[in-house]
């Protein structure tokens, strides 16, 4: 089974809303990742965990809260957003962070819009 | 820096044609190099990956790419394109020196597949 998922698939928030992202694997990966897509664009980095522990932060705004409770959940906690933030967000995980190689593997993604 | 260069931002086929998808790379080392497509509004799905061994590697729905050092390139073909092709594709190239599993993504192409 290589399945990631995400939930919700969609979400409308107003810019005062606090809503959370959700991402779950049962593979065993002991990495996991969050992505933000603009429309035809490539992924961008936003988060790294490596067994539960952050390890890449790409300076993010921290209006975004990432949190990995345990080694299968991955979440993605959304405060006072702006209309710009709108995007797909994508998680992936992989067996680990080093070593390797190893490929990551992406969820279905959230399509979120800020208004 | 590492950097991943689609040169085609939209390429037209017809059904049935044969298809060939352009990846350059610029790498210090020996990379790992992977094609992931993404239909709309949906996640990324790896086709296939080089980590080592035979420079051409096969993937998932008849895709096969061809590793060409000499040429830093990683170019995708498949035979006979499906209707179900239509999708962007991109080209991945990781990880990065400090040895994290963070790939760099080419900016993609967008197949459309015509009748």
């Known amino acids: 089974d290589t399945e990631v998922t995400q939930t919700p698939k969609h979400l409308v928030m107003g810019m005062t809303n606090k809503k959370s992202l959700k991402c779950e694997q049962h593979?065993?990966?002991?990495?996991m990742y969050w992505y933000k897509q603009k429309a035809k664009k490539p992924p961008e980095l936003m988060f790294v965990?490596?067994?539960?522990?952050?390890?890449i932060n790409e300076s993010v705004p921290s209006r975004f809260s990432p949190e990995c409770p345990n080694s299968s959940l991955l979440n993605l906690h959304l405060h006072a957003l702006q209309p710009e933030d709108s995007a797909l967000y994508l998680c992936?995980?992989?067996?680990?962070?080093?070593?390797?190689?190893?490929?990551?593997?992406f969820g279905p993604g959230t399509r979120l819009t800020v208004t | 820096a590492q950097s991943v260069t689609q040169p085609d931002i939209h390429i037209t086929v017809s059904e049935g044609a044969s298809l060939e998808l352009r990846c350059n790379y610029s790498?210090?080392?020996?990379?790992?190099l992977f094609w992931y497509v993404q239909s709309p509004g949906q996640g990324l799905q790896l086709l296939l990956k080089?980590?080592?061994?035979?420079?051409l590697v096969q993937g998932i729905k008849g895709f096969e790419a061809e590793f060409k050092r000499s040429q830093s390139s990683f170019n995708l073909r498949k035979p006979s394109v499906h209707w179900s092709d239509a999708a962007e594709y991109f080209c991945?190239?990781?990880?990065?020196?400090?040895?994290?599993?963070?790939?760099?993504f080419g900016t993609g192409t967008k197949l459309q597949v015509i009748p």
């Open positions: 992936a995980s992989s067996r680990t962070v080093s070593g390797g190689p190893y490929e990551q593997y």
């Open positions: 593979m065993g990966h002991r990495a």
């Open positions: 965990y490596s067994y539960e522990k952050l390890s």
């Open positions: 790498y210090g080392a020996t990379p790992y």
């Open positions: 080089y980590f080592s061994g035979d420079t």
């Open positions: 991945a190239v990781g990880p990065s020196p400090g040895g994290y599993q963070k790939v760099t």
